[in-house]
């Protein structure tokens, strides 16, 4: 039998509750991430993001509003159709360069330049939507606390011999194409600490993980491959042990002679029981309210990474979901520990960098 999808919920602020000891929590993890940082700027005399430090692909690009989107879809910087240029940063999670041969979860950080509207506390002034997105459905732990423990397992690999990661991730590689054969779903948490299947970058979807007001209701995000180029590289295997930086020279291959086409979309909030704002580790079910396009985001052909890309993007910029518009503010737990883990991670960067990090008024990257 076929359900009709339920309306989307309208964004109530008593959705959130923010458990006593969250302050006390988000400043361990912010003390976890910055001594990631110190870490990090010793080994490699330069400051590197505390996590998702490794750039594969820096890309300029557009993202088209659609036109005609139905009243709970057109909110935001989706309320009305248009065109924006966009810089997209392709990651993985450590905190440290490895080799890819440590293969981890990827991210995607989108920056949507010339915004208009209210802001949010700590963005004023500036007029970019950000949107920082990983290729799985959900986050590996439900709450701040929960990630604190994660996190401080990972940061204590940070520095260890390199060798010892890629035998790790090898092996965990074997562990997750098993679990993916019996549970038809890879486990986030063997994927963070290396067993991210050695799929073409390209060819995954990446999603926001967790909620966010979206104007007056609440939604989760993703983009997702649209192109015919794009989508056969979905779970394309490609040679990433014993290749130091794979990701990035498949993706300079992809863009020498391509253009890519995302599709942008939005899962709306409709079930307050089975789409929780405070638990970031649950799956919205896709069958209850389906993902829908909203946008289109396009790219040319162009030179997907260099060192002149680095110096303006990896260095010259940070994308935090807490820089953007008041209609999209982030929601629960993990987003609101997020706000000053950002900003820590700008700051230290920006004093220990040669570069000052600015927010781009227009989209001019070099090649
Ligand atoms: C409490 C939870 C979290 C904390 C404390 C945290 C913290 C951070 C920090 C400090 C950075 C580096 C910022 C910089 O140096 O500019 C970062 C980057 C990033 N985070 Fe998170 N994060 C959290 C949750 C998440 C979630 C749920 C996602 C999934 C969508 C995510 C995806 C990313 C990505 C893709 C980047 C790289 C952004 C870029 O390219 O600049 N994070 N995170």
Not at 42 to 60: F, N, T, Y
Not at 129 to 147: C, D, E, I, R, T
Not at 209 to 227: D, M
């Amino acid at each position: 039998m076929l359900f009709e999808p339920l309306p989307a919920l309208r964004y109530d602020p008593s959705d959130e509750e923010v458990p006593h000891d969250e302050a006390e929590t988000t400043q361990h993890l912010i003390d976890t991430m910055r001594k990631v940082s110190e870490t990090t700027l010793r080994d490699e005399g330069q400051p590197i993001r505390s996590v998702h430090a490794k750039s594969h692909a820096l890309l300029q690009g557009e993202l088209e509003v659609l036109d005609g989107l139905s009243p709970s879809l057109a909110q935001g910087l989706f309320a009305r159709p248009g065109r924006y240029c966009v810089v997209l940063r392709f990651s993985t999670i450590p905190g440290d360069l490895l080799d890819d041969s440590v293969s981890t979860p990827r991210g995607v950080a989108m920056k949507v330049v010339g915004v208009e509207g209210p802001r949010l506390p700590g963005s004023e002034g500036a007029a970019s939507q950000n949107f920082v997105l990983v290729n799985g459905p959900a986050f590996g732990a439900p709450n701040p606390k929960a990630f604190l423990a994660n996190l401080k397992l990972l940061a204590g690999t940070t520095d260890k011999a390199p060798g010892f990661k890629k035998a790790v991730s090898g092996a965990l590689q074997g562990v997750q194409a098993v679990i993916v054969a019996v549970t038809g779903e890879p486990s986030p948490m063997v994927a963070t600490l290396g067993g991210q299947l050695e799929t073409h970058i390209l060819g995954d979807t990446f999603y926001s993980q967790t909620p966010f007001r979206w104007g007056g209701y609440v939604a989760k995000v993703r983009l997702k491959p649209a192109s015919p180029e794009l989508t056969a590289l979905t779970d394309k295997h490609i040679k990433i042990n014993g290749v130091p930086n794979a990701l990035r020279e498949a993706c300079l291959d992809f863009f020498r002679t391509t253009g890519a086409v995302w599709e942008f979309q939005v899962q709306l909030r409709t079930d307050r029981k089975t789409m929780p704002i405070e638990d970031a580790s649950k799956v919205w079910p896709d069958g209850e309210s389906h993902y829908l396009t909203v946008g289109l985001v396009r790219t040319k052909p162009q030179t997907a990474w260099s060192e002149a890309r680095s110096q303006a993007v990896d260095k010259g910029l940070s994308f935090s979901p807490w820089h953007g518009l008041a209609a999209h503010q982030p929601l629960g737990g993990v987003n609101r520990s997020r706000r000053p883990a950002y900003e820590m991670g700008r700051n230290f960067r920006a004093e220990h960098g040669a570069r000052a990090i600015t927010e781009p008024t227009e989209v001019s990257l070099p090649d």
